[in-house]
């Protein structure tokens, strides 16, 4: 009787099934669940933006792998050596796409969008009857709706309107550092900047991507130097290579042009960021005039296309999270968890890839019951920025953590009340004011290639440990402002302390070893150095003698060779201390002594 009950189930369902367009019950769970809802609520010719998953990506696609210089640029093989080993450069996600399956869906009458060669998929608009259709195909593993998501009406950075100040010619200047920073001095100040350039570190040699909603101003004289160092840029709205305003096209770029300014603008006696030396590559990933502006599909696209070209560090001022209260169609605070959100799990994989990741935290504002994030910043290897203002406390607009699996974000934060930026829209040469996370995110991403350019060795992981335990609040992070206000030149000193992975002693090491701290006794700081054979994850944390853990100086993939890292104990009492070394099977503790 039980059997007879199951198989009429069964045949009940596969009848459902076929009534609704599937011969195949199979067919019909390779559609998300998600999906299959937005499918109910609209018509049969309406269209959703969808991402199709591949199988495989073709026979003999793995041999490609032998070959790592025909899949990426020399510059982005570099790039990786410090955080992958020699023999494990590039990976399955790294092949490009079958592409007798990509032809199968254009001639189903499908128009591909994007497409990513991380997740195997493509993204593209499709109706209910053409999802019927790919959902047949054999080589199709999955079928989901792409997020899109707009900015809240009350955001900061769109209800904004301030004056713009004619540019500065006086030539005076207004500081005792050998640049003169005009207007922007207080907000480099206050992130301890300008010591840095006058010690040479400017971001040479590091190349940062910038993401966002277009550049609208690429004339504007802060913009001279980084013109003529030549910049590579890409629409992945209208696809071409015009980031600016077109007539006729879709997106506007005020908002570009302003968090730009912030990384890399330099015009002496009116705005010097951090990142002047830098060279650029500019995405243009968000359509400011579709009733649903942000879709993770171009930000995965575009992180895809740096990752080719050797950007060192990605930064992106744009907030995924809810478009609608409960919409299927985005994500929400319960997605917060570095593992769910489609972008996020993107947004971590190019930190796995070798890419320092900067997003801003959101301007949400604070909830004392749960968090206020935006994908990607949940992602535990991207570097969330909140804000402060000019006093130091989080501003108000600032999103909070934690993530929902307990990580502390935001991890840093830098000013993003009031900060003086180059003044949009073509033609105009003045600078204006703008605040929100957005513009917290690029100042910090200025600093991690003011960092790189003192050791350029170094990972992402290794950078973002930097800033944390160099950062105002390192000794107790909260939920408001992470491990706080970023302080630049003290993250530098550490840097060009560190030995970065891919050394040259990398062949001498014969096993693993930590060696006894030096000065020992010390005050406040020392050294600590390790040595490691073999490619592999490791940990480095200092412990007091309750055994409770007061930092984590390494927590990431190294390859072999010889390491040295700086603990400060500069918020600490004196006492005994431990530091204890994983890797692998290998576990070795030390003691140590601060004396105050």
Request: proline letters at 4%; aromatic letters at 10%; a negative charge.
């Amino acid at each position: 009787m039980k059997n007879q009950n199951y198989f009429l189930i069964i045949t009940i369902i596969i009848l459902i099934l076929s009534f609704q367009g599937f011969d195949n019950p199979y067919n019909y769970i390779k559609i998300s669940k998600t999906l299959r809802e937005d499918l109910s609520l609209k018509n049969g010719n309406s269209k959703s933006l969808i991402w199709i998953t591949f199988k495989d990506k073709g026979v003999n696609a793995e041999l490609k792998l032998n070959h790592p210089e025909n899949l990426l640029t020399q510059r982005a093989l570099d790039r990786r050596s410090k955080v992958k080993p020699q023999n494990a450069l590039v990976d399955f996600t790294d092949l490009p796409l079958n592409y007798d399956y990509v032809n199968e869906i254009n001639n189903a009458g499908i128009e591909i969008k994007n497409r990513s060669k991380w997740f195997n998929s493509v993204s593209c608009y499709a109706t209910k009857i053409q999802i019927e259709l790919i959902a047949d195909f054999d080589f199709v593993n999955k079928i989901d709706i792409v997020k899109t998501f707009r900015k809240s009406e009350n955001d900061i950075e769109l209800n904004a309107s301030n004056p713009v100040i004619e540019e500065d010619n006086s030539g005076i200047p207004n500081s005792p550092y050998s640049l003169n920073y005009g207007s922007s001095l207080a907000q480099m100040q206050l992130i301890n900047a300008p010591t840095a350039h006058d010690s040479g570190y400017a971001g040479q040699g590091v190349v940062i991507a910038s993401f966002d909603a277009g550049f609208d101003n690429l004339q504007h004289p802060v913009f001279d130097s980084l013109r003529s160092r030549g910049f590579r840029s890409y629409d992945f709205v209208n696809h071409d290579t015009i980031v600016g305003n077109q007539s006729g096209q879709m997106g506007e770029g005020s908002h570009g042009t302003q968090t730009l300014s912030l990384v890399g603008g330099y015009r002496s006696g009116n705005l010097i960021s951090p990142a002047f030396r830098s060279r650029y590559i500019l995405a243009k990933t968000e359509n400011t005039e579709s009733e649903t502006p942000i879709e993770e599909d171009n930000w995965v696209a575009a992180a895809e296309w740096v990752d080719s070209l050797g950007a060192d560090i990605i930064t992106s001022s744009l907030g995924y999270i809810g478009m609608d209260p409960g919409s299927i169609r985005s994500y929400d605070w319960t997605w917060m968890n570095g593992d769910s959100c489609f972008i996020t799990i993107g947004a971590d994989l190019a930190v796995n890839k070798g890419i320092i990741v900067c997003n801003s935290a959101g301007n949400e504002g604070y909830d004392a019951t749960h968090n206020t994030l935006g994908a990607p910043s949940d992602g535990d290897s991207v570097i969330c920025v909140g804000s402060v203002n000019a006093d130091k406390k989080r501003s108000s607009f600032s999103s909070v953590g934690n993530t929902i699996d307990g990580r502390i974000k935001p991890d840093v934060c830098a000013l993003g009340n009031g900060n003086y930026v180059a003044s949009p829209g073509a033609g105009n040469t003045g600078y204006t004011s703008g605040s929100g996370t957005s513009f917290s995110c690029p100042m910090t991403a200025g600093v991690c290639a003011i960092i790189l350019s003192a050791n350029h060795n170094l990972t992402p992981m290794q950078v973002r440990q930097l800033l944390t335990q160099t950062a105002d609040s390192s000794f107790a992070p909260n939920r408001r402002r992470g491990w706080g206000l970023i302080n630049c030149w003290e993250a530098v000193k550490l840097a060009r302390n560190l030995t970065g992975a891919g050394n040259s002693n990398a062949g001498s090491i014969k096993g693993y070893k930590l060696n006894q701290n030096y000065p020992n006794p010390f005050n406040p700081s020392t050294h600590l150095e390790f040595e490691i054979p073999d490619f592999g994850f490791v940990t480095l944390k200092v412990f007091d003698m309750l055994g409770k853990e007061v930092a984590v100086l390494v927590n990431e993939n190294l390859s072999p060779g010889s390491y040295k890292t700086v603990f400060d104990g500069s918020n600490l009492t004196s006492g005994i201390y431990f530091y204890t070394i994983k890797a692998g099977d290998f576990t070795e503790t030390k003691k140590m002594t601060l004396i105050r």
